[in-house]
T-cell receptor
Framework: EAQVTQNPRYLITVTGKKLTVTCSQN?????MSWYRQDPGLGLRQIYY???????DKGDVPEGYKVSRKEKRNFPLILESPSPNQTSLYFC???????????????FGPGTRLTVT | KQEVTQIPAALSVPEGENLVLNCSFT??????LQWFRQDPGKGLTSLLL?????REQTSGRLNASLDKSSGRSTLYIAASQPGDSATYLC?????????FGSGTKLNVKP
């Protein structure tokens, strides 16, 4: 089954304790993204990756890191989480071609993070 | 920067009604537009994807249109059902970035 998986689904942590949210897709997609969703603000793109070892900032990258060492995995790292990073996080992937052609995005189930 | 707006923010209709959800965007230089459905506590499910060269897409009771020049898209839902109750999001793709609206929360009453 084609899917994007995220772990953990729920996480409560304390300020400053480093954490990693994993994301994996089994569709051989080149493009992967991380979003956060906050009430009234919608989904905002944190980071994206066009392919292995190619990553770039989205609209809200501050306080986050990513890496893309393998095509299927795109972990999100919070080196020193703060309460304003409490949010619902989504990973997504899609096929991307040349000339701007982009296929539909597939989303993971989300990770609800609470930082106290 | 691309701004995406969805109106209305919430909508309540009786079962069987046809309805239209609106999405507008400020930068017409887009690569695609995608409509999603989000159920409470769940991820996003893709409904329809319209590439920039297309004017509309249809899937079952859903029809989405795209007018790039005016910066608008509409999602038409025919013969609404209680199972259609969810939040509907539109997302605009500008090359390698995506911008989402805040969504329209739809409630279809039996």
């Amino acid at each position: 089954e084609a899917q994007v998986t995220q772990n953990p689904r729920y996480l409560i942590t304390v300020t400053g304790k480093k954490l990693t949210v994993t994301c994996s897709q089994n569709m051989n997609h080149e493009y992967m993204s991380w979003y956060r969703q906050d009430p009234g603000l919608g989904l905002r793109q944190i980071y994206y990756s066009m392919n292995v070892e190619v990553t770039d900032k989205g609209d809200v990258p501050e306080g986050y890191k990513v890496s893309r060492k393998e095509k299927r995995n795109f972990p999100l790292i919070l080196e020193s989480p703060s309460p304003n990073q409490t949010s619902l996080y989504f990973c997504a992937s899609n096929q991307a071609g040349t000339g701007g052609w982009i296929d539909e995005q597939y989303f993971g189930p989300g990770t609800r993070l609470t930082v106290t | 920067k691309q701004e995406v707006t969805q109106i209305p923010a919430a909508l309540s209709v009786p079962e069987g009604e046809n309805l239209v959800l609106n999405c507008s965007f400020t930068d017409s230089a887009i690569y695609n537009l995608q409509w999603f459905r989000q159920d409470p506590g769940k991820g996003l499910t893709s409904l329809l994807l319209i590439q920039s060269s297309q004017r509309e897409q249809t899937s079952g009771r859903l029809n989405a249109s795209l007018d790039k020049s005016s910066g608008r898209s509409t999602l038409y839902i025919a013969a609404s059902q209680p199972g259609d109750s969810a939040t509907y999001l539109c997302a605009v793709g500008n090359f390698n970035k995506f911008y989402f609206g805040s969504g329209t929360k739809l409630n279809v009453k039996p």
